[in-house]
Every structure is written in C-alpha cells, then in structure tokens.
C-alpha cells in the first residue's frame, strides 16, 4: 500500500561537517530519518530526506537557521523480484507522470516524487500498491 509522507529538502554548505552538523540537530531533536539522498549542485548540498516526525524535524531545522522546502512524496512496498520497479516507472510513464527523485529508505521501501500526485495515487492504487 502507498502512503504519503513529507520530504525535506535541504540546501547546506559544500564542505566537510555540513552533513554532520544536519543530521546532529535532527538526531538531538529525537527525530529518526527513514530516507537520506544527497548530491552537490552549484556550489551547494542537497540533502533530500524523509522523517519520523515533521512537526520536530521542522522546528529543529528553523531552530538551527536552515533552508529547506517540503513536498509530498509516495512510499511503496514493491515484491522482492526481478521487474517490480519496472512495472511501477511504467506504469506512471504510460500516464505521462514523470518520476522526479527516487531513492530506497532503511525500511527497504522506495520513496518517489512526481509531477502529478493524484493522477499517480490511482495508478498506486490500481497497481494494489
């Protein structure tokens, strides 16, 4: 089954420490990262991750002056065999729903943006994920 969750999007600085000192203020403010995915664009880190807890992620994060944006994602549970994926970027593509981030939580699910939510939560569905 599908469900929702909130992505974070972080801009930190492009040298050493900026992970940690991020990750330290989510850690203190007792909140657990499910998904992380990182890369370096123009000079700066994107730190893209999903959380246990928004509402603290969010006032830890203001707390310590960072910038970040939220958008909704979608988090699935695919059968462990070969194609699963597969069938799911396919099936979005044939509905002209273009995937925009992807990347695997600790919990073994995929977690995935695209361009149009509603139209991709009834391929989810349709899909019995």
Same mark, same amino acid.
């Given at each position: 089954?599908?469900?929702? &969750? #909130?992505?974070? *999007? /972080?801009? &930190?600085?492009?040298?050493?420490? #900026?992970?940690? =000192?991020?990750? $330290?203020? /989510?850690?203190?403010?007792? &909140? !657990?990262? !499910?998904?992380?995915?990182?890369?370096? #664009? $123009?000079? +700066?880190? /994107?730190?893209?991750? %999903? &959380?246990?807890? !928004?509402?603290?992620?969010?006032?830890? =994060?203001?707390?310590? !002056?960072?910038?970040? $944006? %939220?958008r909704e994602l979608f988090?699935?549970?695919?059968?462990?065999?070969?194609?699963?994926?597969?069938?799911?970027?396919? #099936?979005?593509?044939?509905?002209? /729903?273009? *995937? %925009?981030?992807?990347?695997?939580?600790? +919990?073994?699910?995929?977690?995935?943006?695209?361009?149009?939510?509603?139209?991709?939560? +009834?391929?989810?569905? +349709?899909?019995?994920?």
């Open positions: 089954m599908a469900t929702n &969750v #909130s992505e974070f *999007v /972080i801009k &930190v600085e492009d040298r050493p420490g #900026s992970l940690a =000192l991020l990750t $330290e203020v /989510i850690g203190k403010a007792g &909140v !657990n990262i !499910n998904a992380i995915a990182g890369l370096k #664009s $123009e000079g +700066k880190g /994107i730190i893209q991750l %999903t &959380v246990d807890r !928004n509402k603290e992620t969010v006032q830890a =994060l203001q707390s310590a !002056n960072f910038k970040y $944006e %939220t988090e699935v549970k695919l059968q462990d065999k070969p194609g699963q994926l597969a069938k799911l970027t396919r #099936s979005l593509a044939d509905a002209g /729903i273009n *995937v %925009t981030c992807l990347y695997i939580t600790i +919990k073994q699910t995929i977690v995935f943006g695209v361009d149009n939510n509603a139209q991709a939560a +009834k391929i989810l569905q +349709k899909l019995g994920l």
